[in-house]
């Protein structure tokens, strides 16, 4: 079975989704069947690629409201973070544009490191209050993560891997995606929001035993030699 995790970096849900979805996933009895595809999507894809500031001061400017308030509407997501066994320091998140740190995410999957890159940004962004839209910022994490060097700057200073972007994002709008974290099981069903570890557990169980059916009546169905 195969399972796409639409993220973006920047998204606080997304990080804490994806701890629970790793909880479920690690007690699920056939996790070694699953296949985990991580995805790109961008929350704000016009965002600055110059640093502007701290996102708390964004959410001031779009809402209207003053920064207690902005720190009451980060509170719900540092709460539910700390169950999941984050430190959430969303006051000293830094506004950045994620599409290079998007591209070199498709680079670790070519090495098999897609989803410690993912977890390094996303930690680096809502824990560490680092600017991702930095490419010396983006470099050191990267090869913190295990990729090589040379190739990280390659990667920064070309275009490359940014179709790969592009795709995924209209992966995601053929299947009708207009937020994140949202998980696609085979194609076929999906889970929107960071849901519980118990509810990802049900449905790896549930979605899984179908997909192992479908492909037990496949191959009765195949001719004998």
């Not at 979805?21 to 070694?32: G, I, P, R, T, V």
């Not at 690629?49 to 308030?69: P, W």
């Not at 999906?190 to 169980?205: K, T």
Request: net charge negative; glycine share 6%.
């Amino acid at each position: 079975m195969r399972v796409e995790i639409f993220s973006d970096i920047a998204c606080p849900w997304c990080y804490i989704g994806k701890r629970r979805f790793q909880k479920a996933l690690s007690e699920y009895e056939h996790a070694d069947d699953v296949e985990v595809v991580w995805r790109s999507f961008e929350l704000d894809p016009n965002a600055p690629k110059h640093e502007t500031g701290l996102t708390i001061d964004k959410l001031v400017a779009k809402y209207g409201v003053d920064r207690d308030e902005a720190r009451r509407m980060m509170a719900g997501a540092t709460e539910q973070a700390a169950t999941v066994g984050l430190e959430f320091n969303l006051e000293q998140a830094r506004e950045a544009n994620t599409f290079d740190a998007h591209r070199l995410t498709h680079l670790a999957a070519t090495v098999g490191l897609q989803e410690e890159l993912f977890e390094a940004f996303m930690s680096a962004y809502q824990v560490d209050g680092e600017y991702l839209g930095s490419h010396e910022t983006l470099e050191r994490l990267a090869v913190q993560a295990g990729l090589d060097r040379d190739a990280v700057r390659s990667v920064l200073t070309s275009d490359a891997y940014a179709d790969a972007v592009r795709d995924d994002q209209l992966r995601a709008r053929r299947l009708g995606v207009s937020g994140v974290p949202f998980f696609v099981f085979d194609s076929t069903s999906g889970i929107s929001g960071a849901q519980s570890s118990d509810y990802f557990l049900r449905a790896l169980e549930q979605l899984g035993a179908q997909s192992r059916s479908a492909s037990r009546a496949t191959a009765s169905r195949e001719p004998v030699a």
